[in-house]
């Protein structure tokens, strides 16, 4: 089978390292960043810290030396889907495309330049450490699913999830991915721009009240426009915030949205909480905190 | 008319150097270097005025001559340690505030039993050294009666003003103007302080669906709620004031954001902590305003 990862950054990078190991898998990976694509052809893909890994997967910058895929798995962050998903759309004529990226919409993004799409959530996290070698923070589980527009096969799905619980990456395949999706992009919506908005890391948004409450009305807001969907959270987004404000997990975790802050760069903020206010509007379900903290990110990206 | 300015910020500069024309000013420094610059080069205005006045200055409360007005003109957070200072002195001077947001009064009635005057400002200045503060918007500045204080005395100070060369007047009931100005403050600096925007065109723009007008509009509405619950017809409306202020050439920065970007206290307590206790008191709902005092009142915890 032949995997191309779509985005080799940190996420992307887990994901082609893991699944270059296994003899049955052949791993594209596809970036812009020429020093990465370079120093993984040269010196293959490392990870360490939390796992260990040394894959060979072949990297491109040229969506045009990409040979036909199996699969495709999205890793790019969100603002970024569009652009990649229609340069490398020729790779997967006639295989599926999953993501496991963060927010809303990524699968709609994909949808529009490929036939079957797999949603999909994942938990793990990392940083690039520098080219080629990816410091692996955080192990956690993968959910695949149909999308439920263009839905891959589900013999499929469970190929792709074998193949990547095989590698290392422990992913299971469900016939509806929507609970976790909506339970991660609830627990990012509620507290990525908090810390962003604040400069806290999350144990410290997590032992103010005040903040605590805040963060509490926009996970029941978020909650509410999955229930409109019929969606079942496979978990309560709050018990992960405060499983997460724990010192021994990650009290002192600088969300990824505020270190986007800090590097000036553009935030996720419209795939989460601007994700959640567009659902929640077809709907009709109301989301004034989340419509308020999407103006006030939006207005931090143009302050720069 | 002997006259006493306590904080020589840009404020309390503009009122010192223009009343020192029609009145015998003392002014009150935090710093004895800032006195000392003032006793030699005078206090100089540029701007919409251009001149310079004499001033007598002291960093020690206990050196200020004899006053018949004192003009409490620092920040919200300075009134506290500007009222004690004077504790027990000067039994015959009015004493009056020019702080944003609500509460100064009582802070001040805290210290003594001096008749009190209430002020809202709109003039608007910048101080560009110890000694010389920059004139920029001429919008006038409201005097009121606080707890039954003489209305005869408030149109004297009134008339003061504008002798001086200041924009002035004097109303019977000041709380319409407090509260259009306190709506306006806790909307226009909060949003200021969390986005890193000075007051401009984002601030009145609602065509895209995260623009920032949007949050502006509500929180105006939310605020205009509490004025109602409270009895007060609105001098202005804080919405107009918003678009006018955003349609003037150059941007004005909120002290909120300059505190903030500079790690100082801002004045979230007595603005948006003010508006959003005057709603519970009322039984009015404000989520947004409480989110935005809550995420303001973090971003100064993040200070340490």
């Known amino acids: 089978m032949r995997v191309c990862i779509v985005g080799c950054g940190a996420v992307g990078s887990l994901f082609a390292a893991t699944l270059a190991q296994l003899d049955d898998v052949e791993v594209w990976a596809y970036d812009l960043n020429r020093e990465h694509v370079d120093a993984i052809n040269r010196d293959g893909l490392r990870l ?14 040229d969506p045009g030396e990409l040979p036909a895929c199996d699969f495709g798995i999205v890793a790019t962050k969100a603002m970024h889907t569009s652009p990649a998903i229609e340069a490398t759309a020729a790779a997967f004529a006639d295989g599926c495309v999953a993501t496991v990226q963060n927010g809303l919409g990524n699968e709609e993004a994909i949808a529009k330049h490929t036939e079957r799409v797999i949603r999909g959530t ?9 080219p080629g070698h990816v410091q692996w923070d955080v192990k956690g589980d993968t959910t695949f699913g149909p999308f439920e527009p263009k839905p891959a096969p589900f013999e499929e799905i469970a190929r792709l999830a074998e193949a990547c619980t095989r590698a290392g990456m422990p992913a299971q395949a469900v016939e509806d991915a929507r609970g976790p999706q909506w339970r991660k992009v609830i627990f990012n919506a509620a507290t990525n721009p908090v810390g962003a908005l604040t400069r806290l890391t999350h144990g410290r948004v997590c032992e103010d009240p005040g903040l605590r409450r805040l963060v509490s009305g926009l996970v029941d807001e978020g909650k509410a426009v999955a229930a409109a969907q019929g969606i079942v959270l496979d978990a309560d987004p709050e018990d992960l915030i405060d499983h997460a404000a724990k010192p021994e997990v990650a009290y002192g975790h600088k969300a990824s949205m505020l270190q986007d802050v800090e590097a000036r760069r553009p935030t996720e903020i419209d795939y989460l909480n601007g994700g959640i206010v567009r659902f929640g509007e077809e709907h009709e379900i109301p989301t004034p905190l989340n419509r308020a903290i999407w103006s006030l990110v939006k207005g931090l990206e143009q302050s720069w | 008319m002997r006259v006493c300015v306590i904080g020589a910020g840009a404020i309390g500069s503009l009122l010192a150097a223009h009343l020192a024309k029609v ?10 270097s800032h006195a000392q610059a003032l006793n030699e080069h005078g206090l100089m205005v540029s701007g919409r005025h251009d001149f310079t006045a004499r001033v007598a200055a002291v960093a020690e409360p206990n050196e200020l001559p004899e006053f018949d007005l004192g003009i409490i003109a620092t920040k919200a957070t300075g009134v506290t340690g500007a009222a004690a200072s004077l504790r027990g002195r000067f039994p015959e001077a009015t004493i009056m505030t020019v702080q944003n947001g609500l509460g100064a009064e009582e802070i001040v009635r805290a210290q003594g039993g001096w008749p009190l005057v209430s ?11 110890d000694t010389h503060v920059e004139y920029i918007l001429d919008t006038p500045t409201w005097l009121g009666p ?12 009134a008339q003061l003003l504008v002798d001086a060369g200041l924009e002035a ?4 009931d000041l709380r319409p103007a407090q509260w259009s100005k306190l709506v306006f403050n806790a909307t226009v600096n909060g949003v200021s302080a969390l986005t890193g925007l000075p007051h401009d065109a984002h601030f009145a723009a609602e065509a895209e669906p995260s623009d920032l007008g949007h949050l502006v509009h509500d929180l105006v509405d939310e605020g205009k709620r509490v004025a109602a619950a409270a009895g007060v017809e609105l001098y202005d409306d804080p919405w107009e004031m918003n678009v006018l202020a955003t349609q003037r050439g150059s941007a004005h920065y909120p002290s909120m954001l300059e505190d903030v970007e500079a790690h100082r206290p801002t004045e979230v307590e007595l603005i948006n902590g003010a508006l959003v206790r005057e709603a519970a008191r009322l039984e009015v709902d404000v989520p947004l305003h409480t989110a935005v ?8 915890a993040s200070y340490s």
Request: glycine share 8%; hydrophobic share 35%.
């Open chain 1, 48 to 61: 360490s810290g939390a796992g260990e890994a040394l894959g060979r997967p072949s990297a491109t910058s």
């Open chain 1, 122 to 130: 994942t938990f793990p996290a990392g940083k690039l450490l520098e």
């Open chain 2, 23 to 32: 009145a015998d000013v003392s002014v009150l420094t935090r710093r004895d």
């Open chain 2, 119 to 129: 002020a809202v400002t709109f003039m608007s200045g910048t101080k560009h050294s």
């Open chain 2, 146 to 157: 606080y707890e039954g204080s003489s209305y005869e005395r408030v149109q004297e100070i």
């Open chain 2, 169 to 172: 007047e004097a109303l019977p």
């Open chain 2, 293 to 300: 005092y809550r995420l303001v009142a973090a971003r100064e």
